[in-house]
């Protein structure tokens, strides 16, 4: 959907999870397994999408991504997953 924004969660290759933002999960999912996606993930290289959710727009989306960053790893898929009140 047009001027949609997603936090996605990644996870790579050693068990660790990656949050991010973008309007094109795929493509960015693309990037990061080509080594062309965050620092990160070029070190920690991505398995597959976890889970994503979108947003109206991106200042939505970065403050989730920060919120995601904040919980604990076994917390971070739950969150995500969780319906919209």
Same mark, same amino acid.
């Given at each position: 959907?047009?001027?949609? !924004?997603?936090?996605?969660?990644?996870?790579?290759?050693d068990g660790s999870y990656y949050a991010?933002?973008?309007?094109?999960?795929?493509?960015?999912?693309?990037?990061?397994?080509?080594?062309k996606g965050a620092r990160y993930t070029?070190?920690?290289?991505?398995?597959r999408v976890l889970a994503s959710r979108?947003?109206?727009?991106?200042?939505? *989306?970065?403050?989730?991504? !920060?919120?995601?960053?904040?919980?604990?790893?076994?917390?971070?898929? *739950?969150?995500?997953?969780?319906?919209?009140?």
């Open positions: 959907m047009k001027g949609l !924004w997603f936090l996605y969660l990644l996870e790579c290759r991010g933002i973008t309007t094109d999960v795929d493509a960015r999912f693309l990037a990061h397994a080509a080594g070029r070190a920690h290289p991505p398995l979108p947003y109206a727009d991106r200042s939505a *989306a970065s403050r989730a991504e !920060w919120q995601i960053k904040q919980l604990p790893r076994e917390r971070k898929l *739950a969150w995500l997953e969780r319906t919209e009140d």
